[in-house]
């Protein structure tokens, strides 16, 4: 059995007609390796503008990570309410795609993430973020090398036609 190495990397996916996005090879691997098949979990990010996706196998892990942010809230001496917390972690729609990562994104989920006609995808360890370009345009300092990313491969796919 392969042990599942995370997310990594930075793509564009151009909108297709109804919803249709494709999950770029990089990630459709991932996500293959992480849900042993083709189940993409998709959910708006608790934080920021943008979209969180990661495979099944992350379902295990959401009640360990309740527990962790849990204890270090009442260290803190902060309030936790574990209900909306779990309710934020596991809001997440499970999305099959086929052999070309072709999945369709509900429009809620797109109306959420501000998606408008790409999708760009940014690796994050055990998850990877989803981004409307203008949204990853107003992050601070700290995405820098994701910008530049980012409006690299915009530039690509535009300059081969194939952004809308």
Known sequence: ???FGGYSGQAWSPAGDKGRYVLPPLFRKAVRESSDGRVLCLAKHDRWNCLTGFGL???????AQLDREEDRALARGLDFD???RSSQLNGFVELPFDDSGRFVMPEYL????QIEDGLYFQGGGRFFTLWNPA???RMGDE???AKAACAALVAEAEAKGKRK
Do not use: C, N, T
């Open 82 to 84: 574990r209900e909306v």
């Open 143 to 145: 995405w820098a090398a």
């Open 135 to 137: 949204e990853l345009m």
């Open 1 to 3: 059995m392969q042990v």
């Open 57 to 63: 196998s992350r379902k295990s892990e959401l009640e």
């Open 110 to 113: 797109r109306d959420l993430g």
